[in-house]
């Protein structure tokens, strides 16, 4: 009984919590300035996260990246790392 009324609160808990953080207005908005000039940093036309688009690579150019990974000793280096077992 104990149990089914703990998980009961916590789950009233986790449901009401993120409504009543949203409903609350920011902190930056209710305290004073203190910057030099008001004005929003600009933001990026897209997120940091958001990888860039890859152009296709021709086979001449996949081709000439692994005779560079050949030379340069990658292909072995993780051959040893990732197949060692």
């Not at 305290?31 to 688009?53: E, G, K, N, V």
């Amino acid at each position: 009984m104990k149990t089914l009324m703990f998980t009961s609160l916590l789950c009233a808990l986790c449901v009401t919590l993120p409504g009543r953080a949203s409903a609350m207005p920011p902190a930056a908005a209710t305290a004073p300035h203190t910057f030099a000039s008001a004005a929003p940093a600009p933001l990026p036309s897209r997120p940091a996260w958001a990888a860039s688009p890859a152009a296709p690579l021709t086979r001449a150019q996949v081709y000439r990246e692994l005779v560079h990974a050949e030379r340069d000793g990658q292909l072995a280096q993780l051959n040893r790392e990732l197949y060692s077992h």
